[in-house]
């Protein structure tokens, strides 16, 4: 395949995958062993086009909590998205200063695809018995933003997946409500992380494939778009089970590949 054909396939790889519960992260790094490994930069630019896509959708939202002071309740939501980031941000600053760095290899990744569909089933199950709230608490924005370093650090946990369910687990357990929450809390992660990675790379610019970085940029800004918006209808009426299934089945398969030595 060509080398736009591949860029193409990239950014819609993590378009569909950066905001659905399966994690972008694990997705590329696999993805890059067929495709060939991108820079970090590019990695970079496809997820900004991803995190460009959450603001067009939620862009109303944002406006509303950002300049309604006179109303109580959109203070008290944007005071927990702050919170819940702050946490993020702290927990990130410290995997940063202790050198922690994602491991690129396929067993990490397979484990947590494997045990994070299992662990989607069990928490369904678990929220299925319980009654339907759409109140986000403290409670919520602690530990969406304490599950929020999980995908930080551990490659194929899924920081959607992770933030979804542990704002489902500890009482916000209507989908639509945990998935805006946890949504509009990854805006400001996703655009630091974005910004901490290209301060990183910025000096690797004169080398750069400038076409690709905007084809694989434009691409996934609107697959992500997309993919969001099916995303938010499909939680109206149904559960995540679908996800947790794929995850399982993907997880199962890539852990076959490294026993059999297809893949390390």
């Known amino acids: ?18 905001f659905l519960p399966v994690s972008s992260t694990g997705h590329l790094l696999i993805a890059e062993r067929w495709l060939g490994e991108r820079s970090e930069l590019f990695n970079v630019a496809i997820q900004a ?23 109580a309740e959109s203070r008290d939501y944007l005071a927990k998205l702050v919170v819940a980031f702050l946490i993020t ?16 290899a396929v ?37 969406v933003g304490a599950c929020q370093i999980l995908a930080a650090v551990f490659p194929g946990t899924s920081r959607s997946a ?14 639509p409500a945990a998935t805006e929450f946890a949504f509009l809390v990854g805006i400001p992660t996703m655009f630091a992380a974005t910004a901490y990675e290209f301060l990183k790379v910025r000096g690797q610019s004169q080398a750069e494939d400038w076409q690709a970085l905007i084809v694989g940029f434009l691409v996934s800004g609107v697959v992500a778009f997309i993919a969001v918006k099916w995303l ?18 993907l997880g199962a398969v890539l852990i076959g590949a490294v026993w059999s030595g297809a893949m390390r």
Do not use: C
């Not at 990130?92 to 994602?102: C, I, N, Q, V």
């Not at 542990?166 to 357990?173: N, R, S, Y």
């Not at 938010?232 to 089945?249: D, G, N, P, S």
């Open 162 to 175: 992770a933030t979804i369910f542990a704002a489902m687990m500890v009482g916000l357990t209507l989908r």
């Open 107 to 143: 067993l990490p990744i397979a484990l947590a695809s494997f045990i994070g569909g299992i662990l989607i089933l069990v928490i369904e199950r678990y929220v299925a018995g319980r009654p339907a709230s759409s109140v986000v608490t403290w409670k919520v924005a602690f530990w």
């Open 232 to 249: 938010l209808r499909y939680v109206q009426t149904h559960r995540f089970t679908l996800f947790a299934w794929y995850r399982i089945v």
């Open 89 to 104: 941000a702290a927990g990130g600053f410290l995997a940063t200063r202790h050198g922690w760095k994602l491991s690129e």
């Open 1 to 18: 395949m060509s080398d736009t054909v591949n860029t193409i396939l990239l950014g819609i790889i993590e378009g569909i995958t950066e």
């Open 49 to 71: 086009g991803a995190i460009l896509a959450i603001v067009l959708i939620y862009w109303r939202r944002i406006v509303n909590l950002l300049t309604r002071w006179d109303d």
